[in-house]
């Protein structure tokens, strides 16, 4: 799905900066594959966490200013 105009930019942005915080937030939570191997619920469980943390932040810095 592709928004028109702005919105595309909006999006595109949202996206680009989601990417940059869950693999900084993942960094730095020790969230790795070896974690992702050894115990997969529980890298799932820190990666939902660290995704709806990094999507408030994003939404706050980009759509609700």
Known sequence: ???PGP????DQAC???M???????????D???ALKAA???EWVR???NIHSHAEEIVLTELVYE
């Open 1 to 3: 799905f592709s928004f």
């Open 7 to 10: 919105f595309a930019e909006i």
């Open 15 to 17: 996206n680009e900066r």
């Open 19 to 29: 990417a940059i915080i869950v693999s900084d937030m993942a960094r730095q939570e």
């Open 31 to 33: 969230v790795t594959e």
């Open 39 to 41: 115990d997969q619920m």
């Open 46 to 48: 820190r990666m939902n």
